[in-house]
């Protein structure tokens, strides 16, 4: 497997999201990853779980913080999410009915 820097390409971005394992959001986690990964397919290079404790539940990209669910009060809704991303990643991009939600 080559990486970015071997074909001078620019490497895709690595989106995490970390959840906490004391909650038992490990499926909230994997399906907001699902879902991300079925609206970027290609323009994300990886999405990791990271498991983490204390209610903790977090998106970032890049290491830029997107989601905290302490800062912003709650989880995510997928529609704002999307779009966070999309903006960051393919800002040109529709994302049809996401879009007007």
Do not use: N
């Amino acid at each position: 497997m080559t990486d970015a820097a071997d074909t001078g390409s620019v490497a895709a971005p690595r989106l995490v999201i970390t959840y906490c394992t004391q909650c038992r959001w490990l499926l909230r986690a994997a399906w907001v990853a699902q879902e991300l990964l079925t609206t970027f397919t290609t323009d994300l290079g990886e999405v990791a779980l990271r498991p983490g404790v204390g209610g903790v539940f977090t998106v970032a990209l890049d290491d830029e913080l997107l989601w905290d669910r302490a800062r912003d009060g709650g989880f995510p809704e997928i529609p704002p999410l999307k779009r966070l991303v999309r903006d960051r990643v393919a800002p040109a991009r529709s994302l049809g009915h996401t879009d007007s939600v």
